[in-house]
């Protein structure tokens, strides 16, 4: 198991910015795929993006495309999502999960470790 811990949520305006972190700890993930996902109230957890281990693999949510950016430091064991012209729609609770293998995937299933979770809301 990885321990996660997600920072970097708050309030922000329609077109702002925001950069959220996830620090890992415990086994190390350098060898997994990690990817972020969220959940808005009354809707289902949905995929954000996912990082292969190397970083060399990235693949988005066509609803964040270009707007967010997926990176990792393994030195740091820390995983970000750097998050551009936001959107109201944005607004969420966002989680990072590290995967069961090195695959980059879409479903929650795939992923088998969980953070707590950080709030991201953007006003209009």
């Known amino acids: 198991q990885v321990q996660l811990v997600e920072s970097g949520g708050g309030l922000v305006q329609a077109g702002g910015s925001l950069r959220l972190s996830c620090a890992a700890s415990g086994r190390t993930f350098s060898r997994n795929a990690m990817g972020w996902f969220r959940q808005a109230p009354g809707k289902e957890r949905e995929f954000v993006g996912a990082i292969s281990w190397s970083g060399g693999i990235t693949l988005y949510a066509n609803s964040v495309k270009g707007r967010f950016t997926i990176s990792k430091d393994n030195a740091k064991n820390t995983v970000y999502l750097q998050m551009s012209s936001l959107k109201p729609e944005d607004t969420a609770v966002y989680y990072c999960?590290?995967?069961?293998?090195?695959?980059?995937?879409?479903?929650?299933?795939?992923?088998?470790?969980w953070g707590q979770g950080t709030q991201v809301t953007v006003s209009s």
């Open positions: 999960a590290a995967a069961t293998t090195d695959k980059v995937r879409y479903g929650t299933r795939e992923y088998d470790s």
